[in-house]
Nanobody, 121 residues
Framework: VQLQASGGGLVQAGASLRLSCAGS????????MGWFRQGSGKEREFVAA????????YYADSVKGRFTISRDNAENMLYLQMHSLRPEDTAVYYC???????????????WGQGTLVTVSS
């Protein structure tokens, strides 16, 4: 499956953004999905993950209560709703597939190209 992430942009602290990740075909529904991010000069870090049918979600402590991951398998879409954005959320955000939802990026196989989120103070 190919993934296309979108929705990034430049926003002020406290704003909201919704990222989207479009899967190329119906195999999208066969995978758990995750969002990761990588800031400049930093390692890629886990943000959120969702199980294959959306029944289970997982979040990094740094985004818990501010971000919500969701998916629409009928539309082959993954979302990340982000509220109360902070400058430290600035990063390139990637969506990726996994057999099972995981916080470890090594467990993810297919990756989207990333979308840049910049949060100004």
């Amino acid at each position: 499956v190919q993934l296309q992430a979108s929705g990034g942009g430049l926003v002020q602290a406290g704003a909201s953004l919704r990222l989207s990740c479009a899967g190329s075909d119906r195999t999208f529904g066969n995978y758990a999905m995750g969002w990761f991010r990588q800031g400049s000069g930093k390692e890629r870090e886990f943000v959120a993950a969702i199980s294959r049918y959306g029944g289970n979600t997982y979040y990094a402590d740094s985004v818990k209560g501010r971000f919500t991951i969701s998916r629409d398998n009928a539309e082959n879409m993954l979302y990340l709703q982000m509220h109360s954005l902070r400058p430290e959320d600035t990063a390139v955000y990637y969506c990726a597939t996994a057999t099972l939802a995981s916080t470890d990026y090594h467990d993810y196989g297919y990756w989207g190209q990333g979308t840049l989120v910049t949060v100004s103070s």
